[in-house]
């Protein structure tokens, strides 16, 4: 399994930024897919997920109305779409397919996970 995740970085509040996540090792069209967040010194934040068909999309109640998740199966890619950005959505944000986060918990086992991608939002 290898999710390789791209698009942070510093933004001022107010400001937006896509994020994307490219996933290879499995079939992709089978997941439904998340994105999970993680501040400094905080325990790992569900923030959205989408299922296969992307026909039902779900958000974390703290970026509900400002972030929009979506997924293009045929070049096995999640986006999120984060606007209207806040100081307090500054975090790592990872994707993963649902299943390993149900099975495992957020951010376990790590080789399950890529890198992910810094997202700073300060003036």
């Known amino acids: 399994v290898q999710l390789v995740e791209s698009g942070g970085g510093v933004v001022q509040p107010g400001g937006s930024l896509r994020l994307s996540c490219v996933a290879s090792?499995?079939?992709?069209?089978?997941?439904?897919m998340s994105w999970v967040r993680q501040a400094p010194g905080m325990a790992p934040e569900w923030v959205s997920g989408?299922?296969?068909?992307?026909?039902?999309?779900y958000y974390a109640d703290s970026v509900k109305g400002r972030f929009t998740i979506s997924r293009d199966n045929a070049k096995n890619t999640v986006y999120l779409q984060m606007n209207s950005l806040k100081p307090e959505d500054t975090a790592v944000y990872y994707c993963?397919?649902?299943?390993?986060?149900?099975?495992?918990?957020?951010?376990?086992?790590?080789?399950?996970w890529g890198q992910g991608t810094q997202v700073t939002v300060s003036s």
């Open positions: 989408i299922n296969r068909r992307s026909t039902s999309s």
């Open positions: 090792g499995f079939i992709f069209s089978d997941e439904r």
């Open positions: 993963n397919a649902e299943r390993v986060i149900a099975t495992f918990g957020p951010l376990h086992p790590s080789d399950y």
